[in-house]
């Protein structure tokens, strides 16, 4: 708070920029919007209490206080930006349509820069990778329990799965609950950016989870790396959400239910023999995917603003 005043009283500002969780971002920004008599432009990368069951809340007073203030900052906000259309129509419903014309959709996207010099290769074994956590409904259990009914010995023999994050200890622990074959498993923590996008180029398929509940309004960060890596993906995902429609749009992969072991060990094995084959490269539509470069997302937004002075 007292850096923005400093900010505000020394600087001849047009506009104030908030972005949020956390949402106390969004509170800050609306008391010096208002203080100042400076216009606001609240960025919602998360639902606040639109996503937010009741319950979750210590008490009902809790929500009423949480629902009071977005009610304030999206009533003073000049302009409302969102990450997607899912999440921007969930606060259409919820205000019953008011605010619409606030209301702008500007995805996450992927840094260029980080794909400097960047060459997909070709391994020797089908290499499955999963980069980030597991939590809430993301879990490994059903990709895990796919992997381990495939009993075909070329299969056991080529594969090599991998899970990168921060969720090591959660993966080990599936892995010894859920995988009887002998598969080859790699598990490591966290790893720098630069080694993520070398890993993407090693593998043969990327794995994304988003399981069911919660996960189908937003797109997960890693995606929009995904897309740009030219790999296939695996997606365990509600196909009503946005990451399956971009997925389909993009021609980036195979959506899956989630929670539907046979489903997910079909999709396995049809990327296994399109490996197997030499025929698991992608013809992915590059017009689409370079729409979230970070750079015309940039673009986009200031395209936003300028429009609404």
């Known amino acids: 708070m007292q850096k923005g005043k400093k900010a505000l009283k020394n600087n001849d500002l047009d506009f104030i920029f908030s ?12 008391i010096l919007s208002k203080h100042f008599h400076v216009k606001l432009i609240a960025d919602f990368r998360d639902e606040w209490t639109v996503a937010q069951d009741k319950r979750r809340f210590p008490t009902q007073a809790h ?6 203030l977005e009610q304030k900052v999206i009533g003073n906000a000049h302009m409302l930006t969102t990450v997607s259309g899912a999440i921007r129509d969930k606060y259409l419903r919820a205000y019953q349509g008011d605010f619409s014309n606030k209301w702008h959709v500007v995805t996450n996207g992927y840094d260029e820069d980080d794909f400097a010099g960047y060459y997909p290769e070709k391994g020797a074994r089908f290499r499955v990778t999963y980069i980030g956590a597991f939590y809430g409904p993301r879990s490994p259990k059903c990709f895990l329990q796919a992997a381990n009914d495939i009993t075909r010995s070329d299969f056991i023999k080529d594969v090599e799965l991998n ?19 002998n598969i080859s498993i790699n598990i490591s923590g966290h790893i720098d950016h630069s080694q993520v996008i070398r890993e993407m180029a090693k593998s043969s398929v990327l794995l994304l989870v988003v399981g069911k509940g919660g996960g189908e309004a937003t797109y997960p960060g890693k995606l929009f790396e995904y897309l740009r890596s030219a790999k296939p993906i695996l997606a365990l995902a509600s196909k009503q959400g946005v990451s399956a429609d971009l997925i389909s749009r993009t021609r980036a992969g195979i959506v899956v239910d989630p929670e539907d072991v046979a489903q ?17 490269d992608m013809k992915p539509n590059w017009a689409e995917i370079k729409k979230y470069d970070r750079r015309a997302l940039t673009k986009e937004l200031v395209d936003i603003i300028e429009s609404a002075w």
């Open 163 to 181: 899970f990168i994050g921060w969720s090591a200890p959660l993966v080990q622990s599936s892995v010894r609950k859920y995988v009887t074959k």
């Open 63 to 68: 929500w009423k206080i949480h629902r009071y």
């Open 19 to 30: 972005s949020c969780p956390p949402f106390t971002n969004h509170v800050i920004g609306h």
């Open 264 to 280: 997910i060990k079909n999709a396995l094995q049809k990327l296994y023999d399109n490996w197997k084959e030499g025929t698991l």
